[in-house]
């Protein structure tokens, strides 16, 4: 029997290709992917990113999903978020092969229901593992179909539809795909808006032969920056690798907070839905929910991750949520995430305007803020309640623990603690009313993480 907790995940699966994912086990997963959906649907859409790894291994999945009897429609390459709008517009279960901004030699899967609904621990992914684990039951019937269908032109005029930039002034964007998925769907969809693109690493390339997928890494950033500023660029966008995040720099390199964009973004859909809930998760800046209730919205506060953030969308009937990561959910995108449909918001509340785009995201950026701080610790929980101690007998201190440890001091300031789910590590995220307080509540907190 495998042992697959190394490689299960909270929300998708995702290991080393070779030592930890193989196409035998990838072919199990399929099989047991087709058990748990098969009563609800007749077919599986299948894409993949440009790994080398993802062609054979979406093949194997395939293999697995046809042998208990379901089709398969499989979209070749795409970025998760398009793999997402064919789930939705499908109405089908899907799969992505992806291991979004990790190193060459991962791989991963991420899966969804009909709708782009999530598949995670708790809906789905513990009964994968379980059925892998045990052994897939052979089934005695017909085996399935492979069918392949081309999505991305249909995935961006839906996008497009949904944000209108025909009114924008004429724009000139750098877009830094770190060779992943943008560069595959950024031409189609951007072709015929007002928007000149400055490419920066379009080749498909899963060896990411410049620098590494994760644009929430400053050192990412870099060469998106120096272009910005070379070409005299309106704004800058990085994705990540398989392009359902997206980053943001302005017209001077300068990075914009994700919660920023979050807020941004959140007050076009408001005004489009009056009253409607937003959410954001614990980690974002408190100017976030500020800025939703000022706009008459809803503001509602999560755990960090996109199976939490559905799910709550789900719940409340939300109209859009956004993470500190850069992960954006729209409820006409079937709740699911979509870097692209933030870019194009960003790009029309831009292009609506003739001030640049510092000024425009100045009036969504009310607080200082550390980013996320990683540790490396041997006991997470002891180091947590460490923390916990040094700041719970605190007068007018409070503590909750929805997602780790958010400790909101008086005066505004606040801090969360987070174990990372798939490393020995602790993720620190401080905000303040300025730089020099954030400091000093950083160096507080990782004195006692780091002693």
Same mark, same amino acid.
């Given at each position: 029997?495998?042992?697959?907790?190394?490689?299960?995940?909270?929300?998708?699966?995702?290991?080393?290709?070779?030592?930890?994912?193989?196409?035998?086990?990838?072919?199990?997963?399929?099989?047991?992917?087709?058990?748990?959906?098969?009563?609800?649907?007749?077919?599986?859409?299948?894409?993949?990113?440009?790994?080398?790894?993802?062609?054979?291994?979406?093949?194997?999945?395939?293999?697995?999903?046809?042998?208990?009897?379901?089709?398969?429609?499989?979209?070749?390459?795409?970025?998760?978020?398009?793999?997402?709008?064919?789930?939705?517009?499908?109405?089908?279960?899907?799969?992505?092969?992806?291991?979004?901004? @990790? $190193?060459?030699?991962?791989?991963? *899967?991420?899966?969804?229901? %009909?709708?782009?609904?999530? +598949? &995670?621990? /708790?809906? #789905?992914?513990?009964?994968?593992?379980?059925?892998?684990?045990?052994?897939?039951?052979?089934?005695?019937?017909?085996?399935?179909?492979?069918?392949?269908?081309?999505?991305?032109?249909?995935?961006?005029?839906?996008?497009?539809?949904?944000?209108?930039?025909?009114?924008?002034?004429?724009?000139?964007?750098?877009?830094?795909?770190?060779?992943?998925?943008?560069?595959?769907?950024?031409?189609?969809?951007?072709?015929?808006?007002?928007?000149?693109?400055?490419?920066?690493?379009?080749?498909?390339?899963?060896?990411?032969?410049?620098?590494?997928? @994760? $644009?929430?890494?400053?050192?990412? *950033?870099?060469?998106?920056? %120096?272009?910005?500023?070379? +070409? &005299?660029? /309106?704004? #800058?966008?990085?994705?990540?690798?398989?392009?359902?995040?997206?980053?943001?720099?302005?017209?001077?390199?300068?990075?914009?907070?994700?919660?920023?964009?979050?807020?941004?973004?959140?007050?076009?859909?408001?005004?489009?839905?009056?009253?409607?809930?937003?959410?954001?998760?614990?980690?974002?800046?408190?100017?976030?929910?500020?800025?939703?209730?000022?706009?008459?919205?809803?503001?509602?506060?999560?755990?960090?991750?996109?199976?939490?953030?559905?799910?709550?969308?789900?719940?409340?009937?939300?109209?859009?949520?956004?993470?500190?990561?850069?992960?954006?959910?729209?409820?006409?995108?079937?709740?699911?995430?979509?870097?692209?449909?933030?870019?194009?918001?960003?790009?029309?509340?831009?292009?609506?305007?003739?001030?640049?785009?510092?000024?425009?995201?100045?009036?969504?950026?009310?607080?200082?803020?550390?980013?996320?701080?990683?540790?490396?610790?041997?006991?997470?929980?002891?180091?947590?309640?460490?923390?916990?101690?040094?700041?719970?007998?605190?007068?007018?201190?409070?503590?909750?623990?929805?997602?780790?440890?958010?400790?909101?001091?008086?005066?505004?300031?606040?801090?969360?603690?987070?174990?990372?789910?798939?490393?020995?590590?602790?993720?620190?995220?401080?905000?303040?009313?300025?730089?020099?307080?954030?400091?000093?509540?950083?160096?507080?907190?990782?004195?006692?993480?780091?002693?």
């Amino acid at each position: 029997m495998p042992d697959l907790s190394g490689i299960v995940k909270a929300y998708d699966i995702r290991g080393v290709v070779g030592e930890q994912l193989d196409a035998d086990l990838v072919r199990d997963f399929g099989a047991a992917f087709a058990l748990l959906i098969k009563p609800e649907a007749p077919s599986v859409v299948i894409g993949h990113d440009m790994r080398d790894s993802s062609p054979g291994l979406a093949t194997a999945f395939a293999e697995g999903v046809t042998s208990q009897g379901l089709d398969v429609v499989s979209i070749g390459l795409a970025s998760t978020d398009q793999l997402y709008f064919a789930s939705g517009s499908l109405n089908l279960p899907g799969a992505m092969f992806t291991a979004s901004h @990790n $190193p060459a030699k991962y791989n991963g *899967i991420k899966m969804c229901r %009909a709708g782009a609904s999530p +598949v &995670g621990q /708790d809906t #789905g992914l513990a009964e994968i593992r379980d059925t892998v684990e045990q052994g897939v039951p052979e089934f005695e019937g017909q085996r399935g179909s492979v069918t392949e269908r081309d999505v991305l032109a249909d995935y961006a005029a839906y996008l497009r539809n949904l944000v209108d930039l025909s009114g924008s002034r004429p724009l000139k964007i750098v877009v830094d795909a770190g060779n992943g998925m943008g560069g595959h769907t950024v031409p189609t969809v951007f072709e015929g808006l007002p928007i000149d693109v400055v490419p920066m690493y379009f080749e498909l390339d899963g060896t990411f032969p410049n620098h590494e997928a @994760n $644009p929430l890494d400053p050192a990412n *950033i870099v060469d998106l920056q %120096a272009k910005v500023r070379e +070409v &005299g660029a /309106d704004a #800058g966008i990085a994705f990540d690798g398989d392009a359902d995040r997206c980053f943001i720099v302005d017209e001077r390199g300068e990075p914009v907070s994700p919660s920023a964009i979050t807020a941004l973004v959140a007050v076009r859909e408001l005004a489009k839905d009056p009253g409607g809930t937003i959410i954001h998760n614990l980690i974002t800046s408190k100017g976030v929910p500020e800025i939703v209730a000022e706009h008459g919205g809803k503001p509602v506060r999560t755990r960090v991750g996109h199976s939490f953030i559905k799910a709550e969308m789900a719940r409340t009937g939300a109209i859009f949520g956004g993470e500190h990561s850069a992960h954006y959910y729209f409820r006409d995108f079937w709740r699911a995430d979509t870097g692209m449909l933030a870019a194009l918001h960003v790009l029309a509340a831009l292009g609506e305007q003739t001030g640049p785009l510092s000024e425009l995201t100045s009036a969504y950026s009310r607080y200082a803020a550390s980013g996320e701080i990683n540790s490396t610790v041997d006991d997470q929980v002891a180091k947590m309640m460490a923390v916990k101690d040094a700041f719970g007998t605190r007068s007018g201190v409070e503590l909750d623990e929805l997602d780790g440890l958010t400790v909101q001091l008086p005066g505004g300031a606040w801090f969360n603690l987070r174990p990372s789910n798939t490393e020995p590590l602790l993720r620190l995220n401080v905000e303040a009313a300025n730089a020099e307080a954030v400091q000093g509540l950083v160096d507080e907190v990782l004195a006692i993480i780091r002693n």
